[in-house]
């Protein structure tokens, strides 16, 4: 008699676990699928958007003055290097246009802005190069030294 | 990783080598004080590489006696545009690092890396050669 009633209620158990599996996959969306949330975004792609922005502030430096353009121009254009090869790595188009510009709007960009902003980039750089897979570390590891070298080079 | 330590050595040994033959070659104050300061901060990374790659107990080949410098340095110019080659040099081997270790570990070839292609830049400035930066450094290629 014991041994009868307990096999009765471990059967009744995986009865159950099983009925309980199916709803827990019902649940799960495994039978019904709804649409997946949108994916996080690339951990380089802060990189991405700085090196955008940064290319965008040295044009507007360059617009308003000239004569820093032969000494800008070679700065903007490693920017948009970077943000070519990052677009390639991360698996996207870089967009042609700055995304909506970090920097504060209406505000003078001068060599000595463009100086501080280069800074906070390669910090971020840095942190990216850290964080990142082996393959990617090269990369991020290139553009904070590059942006290193802006900083100087702007000095 | 070891193979990268001992390619960051030979490189940071080429250096001490080269600045050596810079210096020869600068006569201004400010100019043969930046490469001295640059030459003790190559000893000092050979010296933390050599205990590193002792920690590992890897041998590595002794430096040679001699270097082949890639070009004839004979003068001033000369010599600018060879701690330009060597920075640059040193740089990649430091990059080289990047892709085999994790995390923390990355903090020093990070630093190095970006420290030796900020004293090229610096070398390009003085010799007056644009553009002053290449927008991957350490690259190869």
């Known amino acids: ?155 | 990783m070891t193979e990268q330590l001992a390619a960051a050595l030979a490189a940071e040994e080429a250096a001490i080598y080269a600045y050596g033959v810079i210096g020869v070659r600068l006569s201004d104050a400010d100019e043969v004080s930046r490469a001295r300061a640059c030459e003790l901060e190559h000893r000092r990374r050979r010296d933390e590489l050599v205990d590193r790659l002792d920690e590992l107990r890897a041998s590595t080949a002794p430096a040679p006696p001699a270097y082949r410098l890639p070009f004839e340095v004979a003068d001033r110019e000369d010599a600018l545009k060879l701690a330009v080659h060597v920075e640059d040099g040193v740089a990649q081997a430091w990059r080289a690092l990047l892709p085999v270790t994790d995390g923390d570990e990355r903090a020093d070839p990070l630093s190095y890396l970006t420290d030796s292609a900020v004293r090229a830049t610096r070398w390009r400035r003085i010799a007056e050669v644009t553009p002053l930066t290449m927008a991957f450094p350490g690259r190869p290629g």
């Open chain 1, 1 to 155: 008699m014991v041994l009868t009633g307990r096999v009765l209620s471990t059967s009744r158990r995986l009865l159950l676990g099983t009925a309980l599996s199916a709803t827990a996959l019902a649940g799960c969306g495994l039978l019904d699928r709804t649409p997946a949330p949108d994916p996080l975004p690339d951990p380089l792609q802060p990189l991405l958007d700085e090196a955008l922005a940064l290319a965008a502030a040295y044009d507007r430096v360059i617009l308003a003055d000239a004569a820093l353009a032969a000494r800008l121009t070679p700065l903007a254009d490693d920017h948009r290097a970077h943000a070519t090869e990052l677009a390639r790595v991360i698996g996207t188009t870089a967009p042609s246009a700055a995304p909506p510009a970090s920097a504060p709007a209406g505000a003078a960009d001068t060599t000595a802005t463009l100086r501080k902003a280069e800074q906070a980039a390669q910090k971020t750089a840095m942190a990216a190069c850290k964080a990142a897979p082996r393959e990617r570390a090269g990369l991020a590891g290139s553009i904070a030294a590059c942006r290193a070298t802006h900083a100087e080079a702007l000095r």
